[in-house]
Nanobody, 124 residues
Framework: QVQLQESGPGLVKPSQTLSLTCIVF??????????WNWIRQPPGKGLEWMGS???????YDNPSLKSHTSISRDTSKNQFSLQLRSVTPEDTAVYYC????????????????WGQGALVTVSS
């Protein structure tokens, strides 16, 4: 079973770009049929699937966030990343990375392994 670990800033100012990275241990991110997801949970709210990148580099977006997010990968480092542009205080959340064996979408919850989560606060 793979292990995932998020890293990123704890505090971001409004209008800036939030960048998070998830490093994967235990298997290659290019292994067939793996998908690598970003999910967040704002304080007091439920989980929100943000998007994913597949083993073949294909990306999948949440339509409600598509204009603000980018997901990429660095296969040499076995990691994938999330960029969230023009953040506002409403983007304050715990951000998780997680694996799955299918390409998921908004509302799906069939995740495999999860990272421990990274709290990001958007505040001036």
């Amino acid at each position: 079973q793979v292990q995932l670990q998020e890293s990123g800033p704890g505090l971001v100012k409004p209008s800036q770009t939030l960048s998070l990275t998830c490093i994967v241990f235990g298997d290659s991110i290019t292994t067939k049929n793996y998908y690598w997801n970003w999910i967040r949970q704002p304080p007091g709210k439920g989980l929100e699937w943000m998007g994913s990148i597949g083993y073949d580099g294909s990306t999948y977006d949440n339509p409600s966030l598509k204009s603000h997010t980018s997901i990429s990968r660095d296969t040499s480092k076995n990691q994938f990343s999330l960029q969230l542009r023009s953040v506002t205080p409403e983007d304050t959340a715990v951000y998780y990375c997680a694996s799955s064996y299918t390409a998921l979408g908004p509302g799906d919850a069939d995740f495999g392994s999860w990272g421990q989560g990274a709290l990001v606060t958007v505040s001036s």
